[in-house]
């Protein structure tokens, strides 16, 4: 049973860092994609960043440039580092390993004006 755990958010001002993790169980983790998904209030969740198994990154052009996923296999963890936050960064993020349907219980992230 895959299991994802989400961790670092904070509220923060605009402007601020943050580094989110994501801790897997239960899958051979080198070999997956990775994705990090975030949901605002009364918005759909999106995609913000993926990772291959590879190492090959793809964003959402809302957060390139300032946002960077990584992984460390021997951790079994995905990272997402966000700097330059913004008020529209304000959701609740979330892990997504590829070929399962689990997700974590996501973690918030509030950045002020």
């Known amino acids: 049973q895959v299991q994802l755990v989400e961790s670092g958010g904070d509220l923060v001002q605009a402007g601020g860092s943050l580094r989110l993790s994501c801790v897997v169980s239960?899958?051979?983790?080198?070999?997956?994609?990775m994705t990090w998904y975030r949901q605002a209030p009364g918005k759909q969740r999106e995609s913000v960043a993926q990772?291959?198994?590879?190492?090959?990154?793809h964003y959402a052009d809302s957060v390139k440039g300032r946002f960077t996923i990584s992984r460390d296999n021997a951790k079994d963890t995905a990272y997402l580092q966000m700097n330059n936050l913004k008020p529209e960064d304000t959701a609740v993020y979330y892990c997504?390993?590829?070929?399962?349907?689990?997700w974590g219980q996501g973690t918030q992230v509030t950045v002020s004006a």
């Open positions: 990772i291959t198994a590879g190492g090959t990154t």
């Open positions: 239960g899958t051979i983790f080198r070999i997956r994609g």
């Open positions: 997504q390993i590829s070929n399962s349907d689990s």
